[in-house]
């Protein structure tokens, strides 16, 4: 372990500053709640916020209906809320070709407008329910380990989740943290403010308000709406608007709409300035984020990763995605499930991919020590 974290931390030094943070849900455990115990909360407000329904309502029932089969699912509420979703386009679905018929629900007796308007209030329920869940364990979440994040020499931090973990962590250490959500113009360039620590959220922000216009002044009739940056989940936008801007729900999270081709792009770019990747938590299952990973990886040699995991996804088959991939050409104790031959990286090298196995608390601060 000591010698793959001295490793680590020279990977850290000759990169100069070209270090770029990748962070997924795992960066945010064990302060947030993921996986079963976050689906466990959902599915137990959902309960009782629809004991309250009216009693004209189907969307009570509907509930007990997909609860038993959403339970059957798994633990992941992103896995849920995709289910939940494809209620809402049964009737342009291509799949109604190949099956005789979709789950009935006999309260609806057959109107299938009527199903989709009320699976589409069920999906804005469990979304309110998640960022609720997430936004109530911020207060006591523990912060200390993300200061030399914040202090490190680096490209910029990329963050796949939600939660405003980094945003309080660098108002509690005093070191400003821009997403730049109200410096978006509208374009497809994404920008800072200057002197702050810069902070992409690639899928969106709890505090994201898509309601201010960019373009009234000027006479433009073709509507282009920026963001409203507000300092909690709860808190509305000068507009009172609360609904907040992200990409929820399992599958691809690449969208041409709003402000994340810009996000996407910044990904990019930030990618093309950095020699080393420093994942947190992250489990290598989002497509876009995987593909940029893996192309900026084929264009230089020396370019590397760090991934910071408790429980890494390692004992992959050859050929199963992206992850297995980079495994399989950068690092070199990866040893592909039912094949004898080693890895390339191990056979031909240089080893480029390592990975740090503990909690993220201990191993950040441990990395950039």
């Given amino acids: 372990m000591d010698n793959k974290v001295d490793t680590a ?22 302060a947030l709640p993921v996986s079963a115990e976050l689906t466990a909360i959902v599915l137990e407000g959902m309960d009782r916020t629809l004991e309250k329904f009216a009693a004209d309502s189907r969307v009570p029932q509907l509930w007990t209906d997909i609860r038993p089969v959403i339970e059957s699912m798994g633990s992941n509420i992103e896995d849920v809320y995709q289910a939940v979703q494809t209620l809402t ?20 007796d057959g109107d299938r407008e009527e199903l989709a308007q009320d ?5 804005h329920m469990i979304l309110k329910h998640t960022l609720n869940a997430l936004d109530n364990s911020q207060a006591e979440a523990p912060l200390d380990h993300f200061l030399p994040l914040l202090q490190a020499a680096k490209t910029g931090v990329v963050t796949l989740n939600y939660d405003q973990l980094i945003e309080r962590a660098g108002a509690r250490f005093n070191l400003p943290v821009s997403t730049g959500a109200e ?35 000027s006479g433009n009739l073709v509507p282009a709406m920026g963001f409203y940056e507000t300092g909690g989940l709860n808190e509305a936008a000068p507009n009172n608007l609360l609904t907040p801007t992200v990409i929820f729900g399992a599958g691809s999270k690449a969208s041409p709409f709003s402000a994340f081709p810009a996000l996407t792009r ?40 760090v991934v910071i ?15 297995s991939s ?20 191990a056979s031909i090298g ?4 390592l990975f740090l196995t503990g909690s993220v608390e201990v191993q950040i601060p441990s990395l950039l020590a």
């Avoid at 386009?89 to 609806?108: G, H, I, K, L, M």
């Fill in 89 to 108: 386009y049964q009737a342009s679905d291509p799949t109604r070709f190949w099956v005789e018929s979709f789950a009935d629900f006999p309260s609806y």
């Fill in 326 to 345: 980079l495994l399989w050409a950068m690092d070199a104790e990866y040893r592909p499930r039912g094949v004898d031959a080693l890895p390339a990286a």
């Fill in 9 to 30: 931390r020279e990977w850290v030094q000759e990169a100069e500053g070209r270090v770029l943070f990748l962070l997924g849900a795992g960066a945010s455990k064990p």
């Fill in 183 to 217: 410096q978006w113009d509208g374009s497809v360039r994404w920008a800072f403010e200057p002197n702050s620590v810069p902070l992409l959220k690639l899928h969106g922000s709890m505090t994201w308000r898509s309601s201010r216009s960019l373009n009234m002044e």
């Fill in 309 to 323: 995991d408790p429980y890494p996804r390692r004992d992959l088959p050859m050929n199963d995605g992206v992850l």
């Fill in 350 to 353: 240089p080893n480029r991919m």
């Fill in 119 to 123: 699976a589409d209030l069920t999906l």
């Fill in 266 to 305: 910044k990904l990019h770019d930030w990618l093309d300035e950095s020699e080393l990747l420093i994942v947190v938590g992250y489990s290598f299952r989002d497509q876009h984020v995987d593909a940029a990973i893996h192309r900026w990886a084929s264009l230089a040699p020396n370019r590397r990763i």
